[in-house]
C-alpha cells in the first residue's frame, strides 16, 4: 500500500512545462469605419487609423504599438505621402511597385505587407524629428478629411442598422452596448421592425384568404366527423346482426 501510494503522489506531482506563444496577427486585416446618418439613411465611411493621431503625439510617443494598417491603407498613406511632399527624397524607394520587398515577387505575403508597413510609419516619423513637421501635418490632415463625425444611433434608426448590414451581408454581428436597459430597447426595436416588416409584406387579400380557408377548414372537419359517427353506427348494427339468437 505504502508502494503503491508513494507512486500515487509521484503521478500527482509530475507537471507538463507549457510555452506561451504570442501571435500578433490576424488572419483577416481589420479596417475601421464610421457609422453616420446621411438623409435616414444608415452610411459606413472608412476610417484610415492615421487620421487619429497628431504629429505631436508621434514625436513624443511614435506610432501606438496596437495601430496596424491593412495593405490599402498601407498605400492609402504612401500616396498621401507624395501628394503632402513632392520633391520627398525617398518616394521612388518607397514606392510600392519598387520596395525590395515586393519587387520581383509574385505572391505578396503578410508579412512584406508588415515590412512596408513599418517602413511608411518609420519614414513618417522622421519627417517629424528632421523638419518636415509641416508636411507631415499634411498627411494626417488629408487622411481625416473627408470623415464624416460618428453619429449617435438612437432606439428608432437602430433597426436601420441592422437592415443595412444585412443588406452589405455583413451579419451576424457584434454590438457592444454598455446599459443593460439600452440593450433591451434595441433589442424591442429590432423586434418590432422585423414585425412590422413581416405584415407590410402580407397580401391585402391575405386576412380574407385566412378567413375563407379556415371555414374551408371547419366544413371539412364536420363532414369527417359525420362520416367517422355513420361508420360507427354502421359497424354497431353489423356487430348487432351478427350475435346469434338464444
Not at 464624416?148 to 454590438?175: C, H, N, W, Y
Request: charge should be positive; proline fraction near 4%.
Amino acid at each position: 500500500k505504502r508502494k503503491n501510494s508513494h507512486k500515487d503522489s509521484l503521478q500527482i506531482k509530475q507537471s507538463y512545462k507549457v510555452r506561451l506563444v504570442l501571435y500578433g496577427e490576424r488572419y483577416n486585416d481589420l479596417e475601421k469605419h464610421i457609422c453616420s446618418v446621411k438623409d435616414d439613411d444608415v452610411c459606413f465611411d472608412h476610417f484610415h487609423p492615421c487620421a487619429a493621431l497628431t504629429a505631436e503625439h508621434i514625436e513624443t510617443y511614435g506610432f501606438p504599438s496596437d495601430l496596424s494598417l491593412s495593405p490599402r491603407e498601407s498605400l492609402q498613406l504612401y500616396d498621401t505621402m507624395v501628394q503632402a511632399w513632392k520633391t520627398w527624397p525617398r518616394a521612388q524607394e518607397l514606392c510600392p511597385e519598387k520596395y525590395i520587398h515586393f519587387k520581383n515577387k509574385i505572391v505578396i505575403k503578410k508579412l512584406d505587407a508588415r515590412k512596408y508597413e513599418e517602413s511608411l510609419k518609420a519614414e513618417l516619423t522622421n519627417w517629424i524629428k528632421n523638419g518636415n513637421i509641416e508636411e507631415a501635418k499634411m498627411v494626417l490632415y488629408d487622411l481625416s478629411s473627408g470623415i464624416t463625425d460618428s453619429t449617435d444611433i438612437t432606439e428608432q434608426m437602430f433597426p436601420l442598422l441592422v437592415e443595412k448590414l444585412r443588406k452589405l451581408g455583413k451579419l451576424p454581428a457584434l454590438f457592444f452596448i454598455f446599459n443593460l436597459k439600452d440593450v433591451e430597447k434595441r433589442a424591442h426595436s429590432v423586434s418590432n421592425f422585423l414585425k412590422e416588416k413581416q405584415e407590410s409584406k402580407r397580401p391585402p387579400k391575405a386576412d380574407k384568404e385566412a378567413h375563407v380557408m379556415a371555414n374551408k377548414l371547419r366544413k371539412v372537419k364536420k363532414s369527417m366527423e359525420k362520416e367517422r359517427i355513420i361508420d360507427e353506427k354502421s359497424q354497431k348494427k353489423q356487430k348487432n346482426g351478427s350475435k346469434p339468437n338464444t
